[in-house]
């Protein structure tokens, strides 16, 4: 593919739009070139050509100057309807208004571009109409595997996630790119499809480890605070489970270049965290979709998909008793992991337990793998990122995203 402006990073793009090398509307051409020719990796579900031009038109002196960026269909752009991947929503009228993180990102200059594919509702793993640019046989991820894609492909220098248990970390480890996830609760979330209000939380996606402080303090729109480093913290194999040789060579590589005092803590194996998850996120779901009026649904024309129709039926059977005791017994690990990462504390380990899996591999045979480790980190209430090291996703995790954002440049340095 011959390079162009969309082969730009997020801070290359900002840096020449602020010296004025190049115009927002040059960029926003070259990303909307780029989106045309990879089409075929069905990234995008809509794109608002006129109206990012309009506003390429009249780019004001902000953070993020006249950079396009994409925005995940379960997060309301004005102009376009939010359908978030279901036949359920097929008849969605187009937003009357910018989801409040969507606005923010408007008013710190950037272009809403599109929206980009999803798995459906954001409750899965893999996004399987999206192909991954990097790995063309593999799943690009989920369920914000159009946003990675679409970032790793060049149309956008930035996109918009959302993660319930590693759905912005998990694409962007099998897409080859950088993913930042915020604290749970820490952006509005008003105008974003809900999955599970206990552990929903907005991300960041780009493609350079570099981008990611950037891209954060313009979604938060936060100035940075300056952290200082103080432990690498790891965890055994009874906690981690059975993990691909080249994941953890990768995350062993990461804890190196850190050079930290290293220190390996207790946490309960995190492959029992998964389906005590399971029902609280089935739980919290159902409620979300019966209130959204998605479920049930008599025409089977627009009705939610076999998946997680079956979901909700499971979750109709459940006691509220049982949903109450996982829902204890999570806090509580949760708790006794978030208490280990004591100020200037990073927690690194692998992103994904195996390499990306095939992309006709469905959502329930790879769901474990490919979320047992990203998931407690939303659980135990973590800021994390995934960058590549050694061309291999590495999770880092603390209490707040500036330290995370002081490992990733420490890597990256």
Not at 133 to 157: F, I, K, Q
Not at 222 to 248: C, K, N, W
């Amino acid at each position: 593919m011959t390079a162009s402006l969309a082969d730009l990073s997020l801070r290359a793009s900002v840096a020449r739009l602020r010296s004025r090398e190049i115009t927002p509307a040059e960029l926003l051409d070259a990303c909307l070139a780029r989106i045309e020719a990879t089409e075929d990796l069905g990234a995008f579900v809509a794109v608002d050509r006129e109206g990012a031009r309009r506003q390429a038109e009249r780019p004001q002196p902000a953070p993020l100057h006249g950079v396009p960026i994409a925005i995940k269909d379960l997060v309301d752009v004005a102009g376009l309807p939010t359908r978030g991947g279901t036949h359920a929503l097929d008849r969605a009228p187009a937003a009357d208004a910018d989801a409040a993180v969507v606005a923010g990102l408007r008013a710190r200059g950037a272009i809403p571009l599109g929206k980009t594919a999803t798995h459906e509702l954001g409750a899965g793993v893999t996004t399987p109409a999206v192909r991954n640019p990097r790995l063309p046989d593999a799943t690009a991820g989920g369920s914000s595997g159009g946003s990675a894609a679409a970032v790793a492909a060049g149309a956008v220098p930035l996109a918009l996630g959302t993660d319930t248990a590693g759905s912005v970390r998990i694409p962007a480890a099998c897409c080859g790119i950088c993913g930042l996830i915020g604290r749970n609760r820490g952006l509005p979330t008003a105008g974003v499809l809900p999955n599970s209000t206990s552990f929903d939380t907005l991300g960041v996606l780009v493609r350079e480890p570099g981008d990611l402080e950037l891209a954060w303090h313009a979604l938060a729109g936060v100035a940075p605070v300056e952290r200082q480093l103080s432990t690498a913290l790891v965890l055994g194999e009874r906690a981690l489970g059975r993990v691909a040789e080249s994941e953890l060579a990768a995350a062993a590589a990461a804890v190196e270049r850190l050079a930290l005092p290293v220190r390996e803590i207790p946490c309960e194996p995190l492959r029992d965290w998964a389906p005590l998850r399971a029902i609280v996120i089935d739980d919290e779901s159902l409620r979300a979709h019966r209130a959204a009026g998605l479920y049930p649904v008599r025409d089977p024309r627009h009705a939610i998909g076999p998946e997680i129709a079956s979901a909700h039926a499971a979750a109709e059977r459940r006691s509220a008793a049982e949903v109450d005791a996982a829902r204890a017994r999570l806090a509580a690990a949760g708790a006794a992991l978030h208490a280990e990462l004591v100020d200037g504390a990073v927690l690194v380990l692998p992103a994904l337990t195996i390499a990306p899996p095939p992309r006709d591999r469905p959502d329930r045979e790879v769901i474990g793998r490919l979320s047992r480790l990203v998931a407690p980190m939303n659980i135990a209430g973590l800021a994390a990122a995934v960058i590549p090291i050694d061309g291999v996703g590495v999770q880092l995790a603390a209490r707040d995203e500036d330290t995370v954002l002081a490992a990733v440049a420490r890597l990256s340095a």
